[in-house]
Structure formats: structure tokens, C-alpha cells
């Protein structure tokens, strides 16, 4: 058979910082220091800083393959490392500072990192762990030399001066395409967090699906408000494709709160902005009380736990702004499916559109889903059978770094992601539950997620939990634990009536408690394990 004669150019990560060099020298990189201020630069001058980085770990003594960790906001310096460490052939580790520090300090250990860029909020944090960390030689704080702070850590070296030193000219390595470019571990609820290792090549093809139009759709005319961390799967992969298309970037530092993210997305014209609900929600609310619209703002991306209806009516009616809800995990580089109508929905009532509009989505081109059964047999797409949510492709990982007897990819080379799901007949999948946050009610399931979103419908109800409860006949039932909007006074039966209208009656919770506040993880998502372990012992009205 005859072999195509097209040219061969590895697919890593520099060749997307030299293009969007070349090609978009002029556009911004904006970022909300950690110290409160403003920067702004280009592409441009990020390149250059990338290749004095790049140096500069020559200088250090990190070679090829050696894992660099960080742990830093999002940020200009952030994303420099980004280029530098991959680009240069090392393995870029982003590890997720908000996690406790016995785990922080087994996810470097494990990683074997040789040298920790940190950002001065997680010098602290560090300075704790430093005497257990095994592998580490230097850390280098990100911040100029005016903003060093005290620290009672002996191999600290100040990032600007590292920088100084360096020339700006540097030839990024052609590496081979699968080569190692990053690590990154899952926040996972249950033993130790887990590692993932991606290639260039997985990483630049899934920065091509994230600027196709299917999916995120990110280009040249669009400001993006990059909320999720940098530190949380690459922020959803987006340091990588929106230097691919050009868009000019906006970081917010750690300054997230909803009044903050509002000021950002109108001051710097944002078309487009992702992040988690949580963070949504806390916009919302920043907006109610201030009146302020977001006039430059025309879609979001939703994802890493369900988002309500509730939150997509609120952007469309009050702000005219489009949701994209999507889904990804670690192991899926993050991304796995997006939700877009097709033209054929156009004919449906509001309804209709918006039972579609819930769901998370089809797969993008690169990705397949399926959905099993216990005994791993293919479930029919029918919108009503649900399973375990199965996916390929590729960026999907092959099994965990360095984990032994590792089962989380079938032999037939289907990774298992603990999410149960349906897909209806136009191939929509929907999350359900979580394996494990499933509700087992006398052999059938009641879908927690579900109720959550009815719950946090209502117009009082600021935030809700739905976790399964021991009980005597059915073996679990369903409690809600929720939080009230500030001033609301909604009691149980009224909450109770409000998701009995939307629900068999089977599925109606036995009872609801209100709470201050509701635990969540180092993502963001709500820690059902902790609830679960407040709430083991409660005795339900019906028990
Ligand atoms: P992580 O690896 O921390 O990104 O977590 C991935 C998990 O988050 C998935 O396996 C899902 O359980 C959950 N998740 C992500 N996106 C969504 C979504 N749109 N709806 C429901 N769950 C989601």
C-alpha cells in the first residue's frame, strides 16, 4: 500500500506557542496578580519569557523527562511555565494546592518532582511538608524580587532574578509526539490521588477539539475569562488551546469571588468565560446585588459537576448568555462531551430545548462513549437505561502513573470513569450520579444529581446536597441537605412539595436538613464522602 506524502511535524506543545507568536505577537495575556495589581503583555513577550525559562532549567539541571512541579494561580507566570517546562522536554506537574497537605506532599513524592515553582499564597503550605519532601532541590517563588516574602525555606530562588540572568534564545526541542508533557492527579475521594500522564500529542489534539466550534469554539475574536485553575487539568486544557486560537487571555489570580469575576469579564470585554457552578453562582449573586449586566459577555462553559437548569435559565433570561454544558475528568484530558442543539430541536418548546440543553452532551470527534452494565455488556441508547459510563480516545489516559495491578481500562481498551449515565437515541449522554453517590432504594436507583437540581430550583435554595441513607426497608433512602438563600426562610415541607412535583413519588427525599454551608473538595465539587460521614447516622422520619 502506497504511504501518503504529507510533511511531518511532531504535534508538541511549543509549536502552539511559536505559532501563536508568529501569528498573534500583538494579543493580550491579562492577569490579576496575586499582590492585587494588574499586568498585561502579549504573546509576544510571553514567548520570550518562556524561552528564558527554559534556560533558565537548563540552568537548574532539569533534563528531559524530569518532573517540575507547580503550584501557583492562574496567571502569566503560571502559563510561562506552562511552555517552558513541557516545551523544553521536561514533565510540567500542576499539583492542586487546595488539597490537604499529607496529600500534597504524597502527589510530589510520588511525582519525584526535582524542582517546585510556587506562587507566594502556597509558600506556607509548602514550608509545612518541605522536611517530607524526598526529591525536591529548589523552589522558586513566583513573584518579583520587591515581593519576596519572608521564608524560613534554605533553596527558595526569586523568579524574576531567575529570569534575569537568562538569554531569550532558545530552540524548543522536536520532541517525538509521545513523549511525556504533563502530570496531573485526580482529586479522588477514595485513597490516594492517582497521576496521569499526558503526551504532547494528546494535549495538542485535544486543543484542537477545543477550538472547534462543537465544543468550545474558541477564536481569534474572543477575550476569555479563564476561571478554572490552572492547577485543575490545565484549566480545562485551555492555556494550550487559547494560544492556538489566538484569543486574548484573562486570569483572575486568586481573586474569585463573584464581584471580581464581574469586574474582569465587563473590564476586559469577555466573550467567553468557563468554570465550575460554583463559581457561577457566586456571580450570580454578585450581579443581583450590584444590578451590573454583562454586555460583552455571550457564552459560558459549564462543567465538572452538573449545572442546574436553574443557573442556565438565569444567564439566558438575565444576561443573554449562552451555556455550553460540559463534561471531562482528569483522565479525559479534561474534556469528553459538550452540549449543543442541533437544527432540528429548533421546533421544540422551551421545555424541550432545555431537557436537552441539561444534559452534557455529545462526544467530540477524537472521543467515543459507551455505557455498561455490571457484567460490562453495551447498554441501548434509549435515554431511559443507564450504566457505567465508559470512554476512548485520544487523550484518554491508558492507566494511572506508577500504580500497580491498575483495572481502570477494560481489555477491550474502555477506561471505566465512575460515572453512570444514559444516552438517548440522538446520542445525548447524561450524567446521573457518581458510581458510589448513586441511591440504591429498594433495587432501584434514584439519581442524586437529579434531585439536586430540582432542589436548587427553587427559588430559595442557594445550594443542595442529595446523599443516600441507611434505612430499614429499603436500604437507602434519599436525604437533601441544603442551604438557604441569605434571608430565606423555606422549611422542609414546602422544599419536599417543590421536588414532589418533578419526581415519582418513590423518589421524593425522606427528609431535608438545613445547613450553614455545605463541605466541598479541593475542585470545587461538593464532598458527598464527608457528607455522607456527618450525616451516617441519621434517622430518617421513615425509618
Ligand atoms: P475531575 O477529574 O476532578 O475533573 O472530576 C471528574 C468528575 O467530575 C467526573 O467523573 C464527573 O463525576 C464530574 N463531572 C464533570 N463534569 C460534569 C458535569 N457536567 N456533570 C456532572 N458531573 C460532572
Not at 466573550?271 to 454583562?294: C, H, Q, Y
Not at 502513573?401 to 465512575?418: I, M, N, P
Request: some cysteine; hydrophobic content about 40%.
Amino acid at each position: 500500500m502506497a504511504m501518503g506524502m504529507m510533511q511531518d511535524h511532531p504535534l508538541i506543545v511549543s509549536s502552539i506557542l511559536e505559532f501563536a507568536e508568529r501569528w498573534f505577537p500583538s494579543v493580550e495575556i491579562v492577569s490579576r496578580t496575586v499582590e492585587g495589581d494588574m499586568h498585561r503583555y502579549t504573546y509576544k513577550d510571553a514567548a520570550r519569557r518562556a524561552r528564558q525559562l527554559a534556560n533558565a532549567l537548563e540552568t537548574l539541571g532539569v533534563s528531559a523527562g524530569d518532573r517540575v512541579g507547580t503550584l501557583a494561580w492562574n496567571g502569566y507566570r503560571h502559563l510561562e511555565c506552562y511552555y517552558a517546562i513541557a516545551g523544553s522536554g521536561a514533565v510540567l506537574h500542576t499539583v492542586n494546592p487546595r488539597l490537604f497537605p499529607e496529600q500534597i506532599s504524597y502527589i510530589i513524592n510520588h511525582g519525584e518532582d526535582r524542582v517546585l515553582f510556587v506562587d507566594t499564597t502556597f509558600l506556607p503550605v509548602v514550608a509545612s511538608i518541605r522536611h517530607e519532601l524526598t526529591t525536591v532541590e529548589r523552589i522558586v517563588v513566583m513573584c518579583d524580587r520587591n515581593n519576596m516574602p519572608d521564608t524560613e525555606l534554605e533553596d527558595v530562588i526569586c523568579y524574576e532574578d531567575l529570569l534575569d540572568s537568562e538569554s531569550s534564545e532558545f530552540e524548543w526541542p522536536q520532541l517525538d509526539e509521545y513523549t511525556a508533557s504533563a502530570l496531573c492527579y485526580t482529586s479522588g475521594t477514595t485513597g490516594n490521588p492517582k497521576g496521569v500522564l499526558y503526551s504532547h500529542r494528546s494535549m495538542v489534539l485535544h486543543a484542537y477539539a477545543e477550538v472547534s466550534p462543537n465544543s468550545i469554539g474558541m477564536c481569534a475574536s474572543d477575550s476569555v475569562l479563564i476561571v478554572v485553575p490552572q492547577f485543575h487539568v490545565f484549566a480545562w486544557g485551555t492555556t494550550f488551546a487559547a494560544l492556538m486560537a489566538g484569543s486574548k487571555v484573562v486570569y483572575p489570580g486568586p481573586h474569585m469571588d463573584g464581584a471580581s469575576i464581574a469586574k474582569l469579564l465587563n473590564d476586559e470585554a469577555c466573550t467567553l468565560s468557563l468554570a465550575v457552578p460554583t463559581i457561577w453562582m457566586m456571580l450570580m449573586s454578585a450581579l443581583k446585588a450590584s444590578g451590573e449586566k454583562l454586555p460583552h459577555l455571550n457564552r459560558v462553559v459549564i462543567g465538572g459537576s452538573a449545572c442546574p437548569e436553574a443557573m442556565i435559565r438565569s444567564f439566558e433570561d438575565l444576561y443573554d448568555v449562552q451555556v455550553l454544558h460540559a463534561w471531562g475528568m482528569t483522565e479525559t484530558g479534561p474534556l469528553g462531551s459538550m452540549c449543543h442543539l442541533e437544527p432540528k430541536h429548533a421546533s421544540l418548546d422551551a421545555e424541550g430545548k432545555m431537557a436537552i440543553r441539561c444534559k452534557q452532551g455529545k462526544p467530540v470527534y477524537g472521543i467515543d462513549l459507551r455505557i455498561v452494565d455490571d457484567a460490562g455488556q453495551p447498554l441501548p441508547h434509549d435515554g431511559v437505561a443507564f450504566g457505567q459510563l465508559q470512554v476512548r480516545g485520544h487523550w484518554v489516559t491508558s492507566g494511572y502513573y506508577r500504580v500497580d495491578a491498575d483495572a481502570s481500562v477494560s481489555s477491550d481498551g474502555w477506561f471505566d470513569t465512575g460515572d453512570v449515565a444514559t444516552i438517548d437515541a440522538d446520542g445525548y449522554m447524561q450524567i446521573t450520579d457518581r458510581t458510589k453517590d448513586v441511591i440504591k432504594s429498594g433495587g432501584e436507583w434514584i439519581s442524586s444529581i437529579d434531585l439536586e437540581n430540582i432542589a436548587v430550583g427553587h427559588a430559595d435554595i442557594a445550594e443542595a446536597a442529595v446523599i443516600a441513607v441507611p434505612h430499614p426497608k429499603w436500604d437507602e433512602r434519599p436525604l437533601v441537605v441544603a442551604v438557604r438563600k441569605p434571608g430565606a426562610t423555606i422549611e422542609r415541607e414546602a422544599l419536599l412539595t417543590h421536588i414532589a412535583a418533578s419526581v415519582a413519588r418513590w423518589q421524593v427525599p425522606d427528609d431535608v436538613v438545613f445547613v450553614d454551608e455545605l463541605p466541598h473538595g479541593a475542585t470545587g465539587k461538593l464532598n458527598k464522602l464527608a457528607l455522607r460521614a456527618q450525616f451516617g447516622d441519621y434517622t430518617l422520619p421513615t425509618a
